[in-house]
């Protein structure tokens, strides 16, 4: 029978999850699934145990089992149905300003031809834009279920500021050997693009969704991990130059400022400070 995950990471989006992921799957102690995000405990959980536990078939004795999909942290089922099908897991979160978050995610949008032409907008129609910086909220329940000593927090800006250091985080959490990177490790995997036809980049988004929806999640990993195929869709921005109105950055701040001093509660950790708020 497939082993099932002991570790999970469960978001949020925009915060180092992909370079997480192609770090880990290196891991000789880790067996990570191919493809990051396979949304069982939230989009597809109708598929049943045996479908999820499948994905996992070709682990064998490595000390950690697991996936990275960014989004159970904001699902309103996912904390539970992660508790009821495996059990104590260890979770790690990696928060970002969520000005930034929310920001990056607006570019990715944009990158793929979705969504309304402005920043300000896209805060008013996309909802999930504001939801996904709702990083208290959705950590208190999965606190419900684990010990906080199960739980790993890490910082975006650590990640951004000395790589090597927040992977000895995780792998120190995992209970693992260390992993030294190499330079090309160090580099930033997929920096900050706009598309070189939003057509064929909102297809490309299109198609990975269908396959994605078909059961080939296996296949949309390996794709999107092609340096080809970010270089013939994309083209790199330059994120110095281009930066949000500060009427938005208000915007997010003001709705998301609970969750900040609710987090800082809960973890003691002076985020508001550390993130210019």
């Not at 300000?120 to 709702?134: N, T």
Request: charged share 25%.
């Amino acid at each position: 029978m497939s082993r099932l995950p002991n570790f999970l990471y469960v978001g949020p989006d925009k915060a180092g999850s992909s370079w997480l992921h192609e770090i880990l799957l290196g891991h000789p102690d880790v067996y990570l699934t191919p493809a990051k995000d396979l949304y069982y405990f939230d989009r597809y959980y109708d598929r049943g145990l045996s479908w999820y536990a499948a994905q996992f078939r070709d682990a064998r004795d490595e000390a950690v089992v697991g996936e990275v999909c960014q989004d159970y942290l904001f699902h309103p089922d996912a904390a539970d149905r992660i508790h009821e099908t495996l059990g104590p897991v260890r979770i790690m979160v990696s928060l970002r300003d969520p000005v930034e978050r929310a920001w990056s995610s607006y570019l990715y949008m944009r990158k793929h031809g979705i969504g309304p032409d402005t920043f300000g907008e896209a805060l008013r129609s996309r909802p999930e834009l504001l939801e996904h910086g709702r990083y208290a909220t959705g950590l208190d329940r999965f606190l419900r279920h684990l010990p906080r000593e199960m739980v790993h927090v890490a910082l975006f800006d650590d990640l951004a500021a000395d790589p090597q250091a927040f992977l000895d985080s995780v792998t120190g959490f995992l209970e693992i050997e260390r992993m030294p990177l190499s330079s090309k490790d160090l580099e930033a995997r997929l920096p900050a693009a706009k598309a070189r036809s939003v057509h064929l980049a909102s297809l490309a988004r299109r198609s990975a969704d269908w396959v994605r929806e078909h059961d080939g999640a296996k296949l949309v990993g390996a794709v999107k991990r092609s340096p080809l195929v970010h270089r013939t869709l994309y083209r790199p921005i330059d994120r110095a130059a281009v930066r949000p109105d500060p009427a938005d950055v208000t915007t997010v701040r003001n709705a998301l400022a609970p969750e900040i001093a609710s987090l800082e509660r809960t973890l003691g950790l002076r985020l508001g400070e550390a993130w210019g708020w």
